[in-house]
C-alpha cells in the first residue's frame, strides 16, 4: 500500500509539474489529485522540491533507459547513431518536466535541478562515446578523439532541443536529425577533397 501512495503521488507530481510547471502546482493540489493527505506527502518527501527533484531523476532514468534499449537493437554504429538521435529526442519531447527545466528558470529557485540536467548529458554522453568506438574498431567512422567528439554531438543535440521539441512538428524534427547524422557520418567535404 505505501508503495502504491507513493508511486501515486508521483505520477500526480508528475503530471501537474508538466502541465502547470513546478512554481504553480501546489502541494494541497497533489495532495488532492492523489487522494492522499497532505502529510502523506511531507512524510515521503518533505517537500514539494522533493518530489520534484525525484519526478525528475525518474524522468532522466526513463529517457536513458528507453535510448539505450532503441540503441541496442539497431545493429550497425552509423545505425545506432542515427537511432540514438531520433530516441533522444522522441523520448525528451515526452518529459516535459525536463524540457521545461529552462523555460521556467527553476535552476535559479532550485540549483539541484543543474545536476540532474548534467547527469542526463554524461549518460548521453557515455552512450555516445560507446556508438563512437564500435565505429572506430569496425573501421567505419574515424575520430580522433571520442571523448571530445561524443561530446560535441551531445552539446549539438542538447542546443537543439528547446528549438526543435517546442517549436517544430514530428515530421520536421525527423527531417532535422536525419540532415544532421548525414552530416555526422558522410561529412561535409566532397569525396576526394583535403582540407
Not at 540532415?179 to 566532397?190: A, E, K, R
Request: charged fraction near 30%; glycine fraction near 6%.
Amino acid at each position: 500500500m505505501k508503495e502504491e501512495k507513493f508511486e501515486s503521488i508521483l505520477d500526480t507530481a508528475r503530471k501537474m509539474f508538466g502541465r502547470y510547471g513546478m512554481q504553480k502546482t501546489s502541494l494541497h493540489e497533489i495532495a488532492r489529485m492523489a487522494r492522499v493527505a497532505k502529510a502523506t506527502i511531507y512524510n515521503y518527501f518533505g517537500s514539494k522540491d522533493q518530489i520534484y527533484l525525484e519526478v525528475l531523476n525518474r524522468e532522466v532514468n526513463d529517457i536513458i533507459e528507453r535510448i539505450s534499449a532503441t540503441v541496442e537493437d539497431a545493429i550497425s554504429p552509423a545505425d545506432k547513431l542515427r537511432v540514438f538521435m531520433h530516441a533522444k529526442f522522441r523520448y525528451m519531447k515526452e518529459a516535459i518536466n525536463i524540457l521545461n527545466l529552462g523555460r521556467e528558470r527553476i535552476d535559479e529557485l532550485l540549483p539541484r535541478t543543474g545536476s540532474i540536467r548534467d547527469r542526463l548529458f554524461s549518460r548521453e554522453v557515455s552512450i555516445l562515446q560507446s556508438i563512437l568506438e564500435k565505429g572506430v574498431n569496425e573501421g567505419v567512422f574515424y575520430v580522433s578523439n571520442i571523448m571530445l567528439t561524443a561530446r560535441a554531438i551531445g552539446y549539438a543535440l542538447r542546443g537543439f532541443e528547446t528549438t526543435w521539441l517546442l517549436k517544430e512538428n514530428d515530421n520536421e524534427i525527423e527531417k532535422h536529425l536525419d540532415n544532421l547524422s548525414d552530416i555526422l557520418c558522410s561529412g561535409i567535404l566532397v569525396r576526394g577533397e583535403v582540407a
